[in-house]
């Protein structure tokens, strides 16, 4: 894939690969008037601030969109399998289960279906509708109540989560709201 033509903040090169169809990468796309990405910041550094007047404000434009929210959740996904608490290794049998023998033909699905879930939940312009649809849109009780997954799953969850957003260096005000926003859901996804 090309890489963007787009220069960084500081006058580097950006390293975001091209959006298709465009010789610039999401971010610099969406801004106007042929400004910097980013205000302040390389726009390889993920959830950077924007100057004034430039595109969007949701928290889904200011991670970088729907591709760098699928590369999160890629490298969340694939974490979480290694959690001792919540992976292959995992002492709730039907997590194990998941992870041992659904995974392969399931991993694909899910990866698709969260970074969905998260593209709606951050204000960006594709819907979410659930394979188990639940009493909302966003209900994710339905999805989850056959895996009997405790608080504590549920926060060393959020715990990779975090991690996995700092490996993609988003900034701590976009951080806290994506663990905010899947925080807020806690209800639905314990059932143990
Ligand atoms: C707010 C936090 C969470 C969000 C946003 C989320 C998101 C999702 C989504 C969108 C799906 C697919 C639903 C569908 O079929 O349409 C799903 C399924 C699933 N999630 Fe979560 N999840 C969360 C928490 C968790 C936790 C804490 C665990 C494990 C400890 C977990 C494990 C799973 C598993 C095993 C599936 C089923 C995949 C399948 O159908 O094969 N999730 N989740």
Same mark, same amino acid.
Request: proline residues 11%; aromatic residues 2%.
């Given at each position: 894939m090309p890489r963007c033509v787009g220069k960084t903040v500081d006058g580097g090169q950006c390293k975001r690969d091209a959006a298709e169809g465009s010789k610039k990468c999401y971010q610099h796309k969406a801004t106007?008037?042929?400004?910097?990405?980013v205000g302040g910041q390389c726009?390889?550094?993920?959830?950077g601030k924007k100057e004034k007047?430039?595109?969007?404000?949701?928290l889904y434009d200011r991670l970088g969109g729907a591709f760098v929210i699928a590369r999160v959740v890629n490298y969340f996904s694939n974490e979480m399998l290694r959690s001792? &608490?919540? #992976?292959? =290794?995992?002492?709730n049998p039907k997590l194990k289960e998941w992870a041992t023998t659904k995974v392969k033909e399931r991993m694909p699905g899910l990866k698709f279906m969260r970074s969905l879930w998260v593209c709606t939940a951050t204000g960006g312009p594709q819907q979410y509708a659930g394979t &188990?649809? #639940?009493? =909302?849109?966003?209900?994710l009780s339905e999805a989850h109540?056959?895996?009997?997954?405790t608080s504590e799953e549920f926060d060393e969850v959020v715990g990779i989560l975090a991690k996995s957003l700092d490996h993609f260096g988003v900034g701590e005000k976009e951080k806290k709201e994506v663990l905010d926003a899947f925080t807020a859901h806690k209800k639905e996804v314990v059932s143990a």
């Open positions: 106007k008037g042929g400004k910097k990405a726009p390889m550094k993920l959830g007047g430039e595109g969007g404000d949701s001792p &608490k919540v #992976g292959i =290794n995992s002492p &188990k649809p #639940g009493k =909302n849109q966003m209900d109540k056959e895996f009997n997954i």
